[in-house]
């Protein structure tokens, strides 16, 4: 069972509150785990990453064990304890302004 925090303006869009739990089949990737939470909230396809290349949106970030994996490779494995569900995936909405 994999653990996914979103920001609070993606959890309104999902109706959902609090921690989403998936399960993902191995291998435990961004990709996969996002393909899932996907399947599960269709509204929130385009908002994480764009409908036509799947690339990450340019103000979402993704943090794991207090670790930016925004720029890793989509399809490398997440850590073990996020693959455990010890940790969390976190999908962070970046702040920008001047």
């Known amino acids: ?3 996914v925090i979103l920001p609070y303006h993606l959890c309104v869009l999902a109706q959902h509150e609090g921690e989403v739990r998936l399960d993902v089949a191995a291998p435990v990737t ?5 393909d899932a939470l996907e399947a599960r909230y269709p509204m929130l396809r385009g908002t994480i990453r764009d409908h036509d290349t799947p690339r990450r949106r340019a103000f ?4 794991a064990e207090e670790q930016d994996l925004s720029n890793q490779d989509p399809d490398a494995p ?21």
């Open 1 to 3: 069972m994999i653990r």
């Open 78 to 98: 997440l850590p073990d304890s996020v693959q455990r569900g010890d940790e969390p995936f976190c999908v962070i909405g970046a702040l920008a302004g001047g």
């Open 60 to 63: 979402i970030r993704f943090f």
């Open 30 to 34: 961004q990709r996969t785990v996002l």
